[in-house]
């Protein structure tokens, strides 16, 4: 269906994204009781699954009713004992560095131009120091729309002996591959909001038996988020507090849906529709990311014209369109473009059409 002739704005927001129908339905099925054999069978049909999404074999999977940030706080407090070095390209890579700094930790930034990505080699360079025991990195950084080189940079982390690496894949994860083992990946986060489609207030991890160990020897760590609480729940296939129940329903049906298409499609849809967006953007305004690290789930186009960004956001959301203004202090200088989840290349084309109504109307 064309998205102008639904009923609601159809969302090309870079998180939340739009949710399916038939995902969405999922969550208004009877709530099951959480300390039953429903429950049990629900999280063992889901963890091998989402293993199999994240790209590990065997780490221990948990599944948590927060938003990603609840996990950045996870990721931190369990395995930062010493210091951990944040690289910041953008608004979500510097809100993972001031959660650090929230929780006490000592920790240092690495500053990138926003629009660049974060270079494997300065990241050595710092790690060689010997100063940190972890590095939170941003793998796909929504606000610029730039990709970090996630392998070469865990090359550089795996240098080093004792640094966890910590990768936040939220606008990532069932986009781009993440490929948890082949990259030594420690923490693997999510939130299921972005390239998952699903409703937001859901977030899932990958942790490995290295962070388990560091999360051990860890004390004042909290309660919720503490690896090892979780790991003794999830090991009997139980939750430890009561779940997001009718999250994890919807996400046992798109894991199906994302197992039908298959993940190396679901990556080359992503590569498709942003390949659109991109060629779309470079002939009329412009491409806030540097070339050879833009993103496939989240497109933020430089706006070199001088548009009136609120407007045209506004003119799109009447033709039943909903896009992003730019981050932050990139608000107005850019705005962005989801193209994550469900979306198809038409529907892409759609929304495309519609910017250039949307722009010719606004120069008229
Ligand atoms: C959206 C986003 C977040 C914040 O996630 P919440 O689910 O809103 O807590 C963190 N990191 C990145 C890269 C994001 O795109």
């Given at each position: 269906m064309p998205a102008s002739k639904r009923d609601h704005t159809v969302l090309f927001t870079p998180g939340p994204t739009e949710v399916a129908p038939d995902i969405l339905r999922e969550m208004g099925r009877p709530i099951i009781g959480h300390r039953g054999i429903e429950m049990q069978d629900l999280i063992r049909d889901l963890v091998p699954r989402l293993r199999a999404l994240f790209g590990t074999r065997a780490y221990d999977v948990f599944l948590t009713a927060c938003s990603a940030t609840g996990l950045w706080e996870a990721a931190l407090r369990n395995c930062v004992t010493r210091r951990v070095l944040v690289p910041v390209c953008g608004a979500f890579s510097e809100r993972f560095y001031e959660v650090a700094v929230a929780?006490?930790?000592?920790?240092?930034?690495?500053?990138?131009?926003?629009?660049?990505?974060?270079?494997?080699?300065?990241?050595?360079?710092?790690?060689?120091?010997?100063?940190?025991?972890?590095?939170?990195?941003?793998?796909?950084?929504?606000?610029?729309?730039?990709?970090?080189?996630?392998?070469?940079?865990?090359?550089?982390?795996?240098?080093?002996?004792?640094?966890?690496?910590?990768?936040?894949?939220?606008?990532?994860?069932?986009?781009i591959p993440v490929e948890v083992d082949?990259?030594?990946?420690?923490?693997?986060?999510?939130?299921?909001?972005?390239?998952?489609?699903?409703?937001?207030?859901?977030?899932?991890?990958?942790?490995s038996p290295r962070a388990l160990e560091r999360s051990a020897r860890?004390?004042?760590?909290?309660?919720?988020?503490?690896?090892?609480?979780?790991?003794?729940?999830?090991?009997?296939?139980?939750?430890?507090?009561?779940?997001?129940?009718s999250h994890m329903?919807?996400?046992?049906?798109?894991?199906?849906?994302?197992?039908?298409?298959?993940?190396?499609?679901?990556?080359?849809?992503?590569?498709?529709?942003?390949?659109?967006?991109?060629?779309?953007?470079?002939?009329?305004?412009?491409?806030f990311a540097e070339e050879r690290a833009?993103?496939?789930?989240?497109?933020?186009?430089?706006?070199?014209?001088?548009?009136?960004?609120?407007?045209?956001?506004?003119?799109?959301?009447?033709?039943?369109?909903?896009?992003?203004?730019?981050?932050?202090?990139?608000?107005?200088a850019t705005f962005r473009v989801g193209h994550m989840g469900d979306h198809t290349v038409e529907e892409i084309r759609d929304l495309l059409a519609a910017m250039d109504e949307v722009l010719k109307e606004m120069a008229a």
């Open positions: 929780c006490g930790l000592e920790a240092d930034p690495l500053h990138v131009e926003w629009g660049k990505a974060v270079r494997a080699q300065a990241v050595a360079d710092l790690l060689a120091t010997g100063r940190y025991d972890a590095i939170a990195l941003v793998h796909n950084e929504t606000s610029t729309g730039v990709v970090n080189p996630l392998p070469e940079i865990a090359e550089a982390v795996r240098r080093q002996s004792d640094v966890l690496l910590l990768v936040d894949a939220v606008s990532s994860l069932g986009g082949r990259n030594d990946i420690d923490v693997c986060l999510a939130s299921v909001q972005k390239c998952l489609a699903l409703p937001p207030g859901f977030s899932v991890c990958a942790v860890r004390v004042g760590k909290g309660y919720y988020f503490d690896f090892i609480r979780l790991k003794s729940c999830f090991d009997r296939s139980t939750p430890m507090a009561t779940p997001s129940v329903f919807a996400l046992r049906a798109q894991m199906k849906r994302i197992e039908t298409e298959g993940l190396d499609a679901r990556y080359a849809r992503h590569r498709a529709m942003a390949d659109l967006t991109r060629a779309w953007a470079a002939g009329r305004l412009g491409l833009r993103s496939n789930t989240v497109t933020c186009v430089a706006n070199t014209r001088g548009i009136d960004v609120a407007r045209f956001v506004a003119g799109l959301v009447a033709r039943g369109f909903g896009i992003s203004n730019g981050y932050g202090r990139l608000k107005e």
